[in-house]
């Protein structure tokens, strides 16, 4: 089957310093990929969705100055958190959808921690 | 209220039980996906179901429109099936969002 990766797929960062999170697609071109953050124990919260060529949709309450992301081709995408904090640290979730639209694949995840 | 509910919360099963897991939602949909997160996070998607029934191996899901619901049933469990189940559905419309349900957590024991 399809299969999307992240990289890394852990982090442990300074307070202050920026983390960039790679999405890719391996064998198949994602038309939209979506950016998730999961809270231990709590489901997953849509952060944003970005169309390859065209800026994100952040979701409400996600600061897009702080999680930056881009989505360059169709086969990559990537979330950058800006000037960490601790309240930052969260495992974060890629996924995409390739032109067959209903079938969606997850990234295996990045955990970030921010000391 | 969360549109997508799944019962039970957690559920203790032993080794070789034959396991329902249940989604409820309240609109109508496109889609329904059952995903599998093991500890240590990676998200696997088992099912993408819009009407009927699927199987995969000991997994079934199976999902009713006119009643909005789904199940996922796992035959002849084993402990590696220990993971948490969620259920997250695409409803109508141009939005490709999905909706989480806040998913079940399975321990089978040997």
């Known amino acids: 089957g399809a299969v999307v990766s992240q990289h890394p797929s852990w982090v442990i960062c300074k307070s202050g310093t920026s983390v960039k999170i790679e999405c890719r697609s391996l064998d198949f071109q994602a038309t939209t990929m979506f950016w998730y953050r999961q809270f231990p124990k709590q489901s997953l919260m849509l952060m944003a969705t970005?169309?390859?060529?065209?800026?994100?949709?952040?979701e409400q309450g996600v600061e897009k100055d702080k999680f930056l992301i881009n989505h360059a081709s169709l086969t990559l995408s990537t979330l950058t958190v800006t000037s960490a904090h601790p309240e930052d640290s969260s495992f974060y979730i890629c996924?995409?959808?390739?032109?067959?639209?209903?079938?969606?694949?997850f990234g295996p995840g990045t955990r970030l921690t921010v000391l | 209220k969360n549109e997508v509910e799944q019962s039970p919360q957690n559920l203790t099963a032993q080794e070789g039980e034959f396991i329902t897991i249940n989604c409820s939602y309240s609109?109508?949909?496109?889609?329904l996906h059952w995903l599998q997160q093991h500890p240590g996070g990676g998200i696997v998607s088992l099912f993408m179901?819009?009407?009927g029934k699927k199987k995969h191996g000991r997994l079934i899901a199976t999902i009713n429109i006119q009643e909005k619901h789904s199940s996922l049933h796992i035959t002849a469990s084993h402990p590696r099936d220990s993971a948490v189940y969620i259920c997250?559905?695409?409803?109508?419309?141009?939005?490709?969002?999905?909706?989480f349900g806040t998913g079940t957590l399975l321990a089978v024991q040997p």
């Open positions: 179901l819009s009407s």
């Open positions: 609109v109508g949909i496109s889609a």
């Open positions: 997250a559905v695409r409803f109508g419309g141009a939005t490709n969002k999905l909706i």
């Open positions: 970005s169309n390859e060529g065209s800026k994100a949709t952040y």
């Open positions: 996924s995409a959808i390739g032109l067959a639209v209903d079938t969606q694949y």
